[in-house]
């Protein structure tokens, strides 16, 4: 199991990539613990990619999760299915709004809950980005890519993996 699950923030991305990590007795990345360096500041692509490569190298079964473009793209090359979550923005709105509290991101609750606004401004704008965060990106990867690849629309439809 080599698998990649790319979307928008909210879009379930880190739910599933834990449940098919878990079914697959696999090593699970979020590329979340890659690209920042314990701020707001995106670490240099290369370091990033260099950290992923380094777990790839490491384990012969993994689920990988983000919405980072460019780092998916470095490594696209060595997984074995691609997943896209695009259920629409109105679905990763109200995830982000449902979602429990992410000790591995935040200190607290509240924490978490001062974030929330920047969060979901930042997911409306998926339509329209143009940078390796957004629907544009995301589309020309999958659409590109050559091996199995899965795109859901429907939260339901991957719920249930």
């Not at 992410?102 to 924490?111: N, T």
């Amino acid at each position: 199991m080599k698998i990649v699950v790319l979307g928008n923030a909210g879009s379930g991305k880190s739910t599933l990539s834990r449940r098919l990590a878990e079914r697959g007795s696999a090593e699970r990345l979020s590329l979340d613990d890659v690209a920042f360096d314990g701020g707001i500041e995106r670490r240099a692509l290369r370091d990033s990619v260099d950290d992923v490569e380094r777990f790839l190298a490491s384990h012969a079964s993994w689920v990988i999760e983000g919405c980072y473009a460019d780092i998916v793209e470095a490594i696209l090359g060595d997984c074995d299915e691609l997943i896209f979550l695009n259920p629409g923005v109105d679905a990763c709105v109200a995830h982000c709004r449902a979602r429990p509290w992410e000790p591995d991101k935040f200190g607290s609750r509240a924490e978490q809950d001062a974030h929330l606004e920047n969060l979901i401004e930042w997911v409306r704008a998926y339509e329209e980005r143009e940078d390796e965060y957004g629907l544009r990106r995301h589309r020309a990867l999958f659409d590109a890519f050559v091996g199995p690849k899965h795109e859901f629309v429907d939260p339901r439809e991957y719920e249930a993996l």
